[in-house]
């Protein structure tokens, strides 16, 4: 099953809003990512946030990290449609070996922001 | 979408045939992966490889076949084993195999006949 899951699948607004996704983790990490991803396109890293971080700022978009919650959030304040575009959370998950290493993705929130 | 380049863009394969999905980087990153996208659904990985002449099967590795013989190229090969093909595909690369920034080529979509 996916390591993490976001919340809302959808989210409508309009431009100038702020949009807020959320994403719940099972299992301890050691550092949860954001990705975007427009429309048949590849993914673009936003941003990473590390286990000992609890917020994270860039530019328009401010994530924060809750562990003892396992859940992070991604604010993207004062929208525009060019935010149209879905976002997913990325969690590391080690191997049992341990020396392996690859990221878990959730099924991502489709944002769309409404001229 | 970076120093990472998929083609082709569409490809059509038809009953039986095996397929090839070229993915090449220019960043110097050891590690590479390969994940396959379905409508609806997040990433799922594929194979990968922290460093040339080496690969670990992902999640889903059943009816795909990966070679790593240059740092650069980390092609896919989807076998007539895999009976559920159509999908998008994304390669990505990263500096090291550690937990970190993963840069995603423009993605490869396949198409059954």
């Known amino acids: 099953s996916q390591q993490g899951e976001e919340d809302p699948q959808a989210l409508s607004i309009q431009e100038g809003e702020n949009a807020t996704m959320n994403c719940s983790y099972k299992?301890?990490?050691?550092?949860l990512q954001w990705y975007r991803q427009n429309s048949g396109r590849g993914l673009v890293h936003l941003i990473l946030?590390?286990?000992?971080?609890r917020e994270k700022h860039s530019g328009r978009l401010r994530v924060t990290l809750d562990t003892s919650k396992k859940s992070s959030s991604l604010l993207i304040t004062a929208s525009r449609a060019a935010d149209t575009a879905s976002y997913f959370c990325a969690t590391d998950l080690l191997n049992s070996g341990g020396s392996n290493y690859k990221l878990t993705f959730g099924k991502g929130t489709l944002l769309t922001v409404n001229p | 979408d970076g120093g990472i380049t998929q083609s082709p863009k569409y490809l059509f394969r038809k009953e039986g045939q095996n397929v090839t999905l070229s993915c090449e980087q220019n960043l110097n990153h050891d590690a590479m992966y390969w994940y396959r996208q379905d409508p609806g659904q997040g990433l799922r990985l594929i194979y990968y490889s922290q460093i040339v002449n080496d690969f670990q099967k992902g999640d889903i590795a059943e009816g795909y076949s990966v070679s790593r013989e240059k740092k650069e190229s980390f092609p896919l090969t989807v076998t007539s084993a895999q009976k559920n093909p159509t999908a998008f595909y994304l390669c990505?690369?990263?500096?090291?195999?550690?937990?970190?920034?993963?840069?995603f080529g423009p993605g490869t979509r396949l198409l059954v006949l």
């Open positions: 299992t301890s990490i050691n550092n």
């Open positions: 990505a690369s990263s500096i090291t195999g550690l937990p970190e920034t993963q840069y």
């Open positions: 946030i590390r286990s000992n971080e």
